[in-house]
């Protein structure tokens, strides 16, 4: 690891939780620099080097953002916890920064300039709001968190992020000598939960698009208590799903989104989830048993695309792809499908723009976009876009 210490003009930000600088005096090569702002002059350790750019941390401030604030947390610092890139931020200056970040992978991956964008937040504040959360024993068997791009653990006394209840687990007060992770859970119904290395006692309940669902305690779910929601409605006010109409829940998951479109095609509408993980399988086929026009496919996307186990003409699509996105092969296949309009649910920015880009490609337009702060104080953010032939 390069330990060198620069002074350095901070720029503008960039996707992942940093901010964009040059090396040097005139400028020379790209840092990308965390734990600063934009208009910052901090002093700042290169910790890695690449072929065409340097990692760093901002180590000392010489001119601070008026952006900036000090990190609630004693573990949000360049040499500790790697899990909140944005604590130095105020919460107002973390939506715009976000916003920048969509606007940006917009312009530079799927061609579209200077589109408005605007990052909601949630009900519920910036700290205290994460459900799920897992830690890293260390070779003592102590729980903590991981440094930034590393594997070392830091030991913390509690996570300021996660749930209350996650707070107050005996989670980092003990030792766990036979656990690799420990990962705990506040679900909407019931206590708290922890199990060593994912071996939950039970299952979990959990409260969403007007229903509520009994999942294993490992299987995914949204970690903001408000995410479930505000996804489902979104979604919904994007397609404007009409009685008569059929409709694929591509990445579904557990069926939140099958459920949520049911609650506006009826019961019996022709709904397709395609799910490739065997938790979230069971978990929709055991919640959604009301649901007579439900078809639950048991199989990756592509395969099943590729497979023609799901067969279009279909009226509306979601897609809601993990990090890597959809990918060119599945949204061809949803263009070729023929809907009347697709809701792209996005986790990240990158992955979304590039989608978009194939679809564009394709004769589609993003018809709306809409921005979600669902994980406060990190990088992260949340999109819903509709995709319109």
Partial sequence: MILERVPL????VAHGGHCVARLGDPPGRVVFVRHALPGERVIAEIT?????YLRADAVSVLEASPDRVEAPCPYARPDACGGCDLQHVTPAAQLEWKAAVVREQLTRLAGLPDLPVRVEPLPGGPLGWRTRVRY?????????LRKHRSHEVVPVDRCRIAHPAIQELPVTGRAWPSASTVDT???AAGPAMVGPDGAFDGPVVERAAGREWTLPAGAFWQVHPAAADTLAGAVLDLLDPRPGESAWDLYGGAGLFAAALATRLGPDAPITLVESAPPAVSAARANLTDLAGLSVVPATVEAALRRRRVRGPVDLVVLDPPRTGAGAAVSRAVMA???RAVA??????AAFARDVRTFRDGGWRL??????DMFPMTHHVECVGLLSP
């Fill in 9 to 12: 003009a901070v720029g503008p």
């Fill in 48 to 52: 890695e080097e690449h072929p065409g």
């Fill in 136 to 144: 890293t024993v260390d070779a003592a068997g102590r729980a903590g």
């Fill in 185 to 187: 859970v506040a679900p």
């Fill in 337 to 339: 499908a023929g809907p």
């Fill in 344 to 349: 792209y649910v996005a986790c990240d920015p």
């Fill in 367 to 372: 018809a709306a976009l809409r921005a979600f």
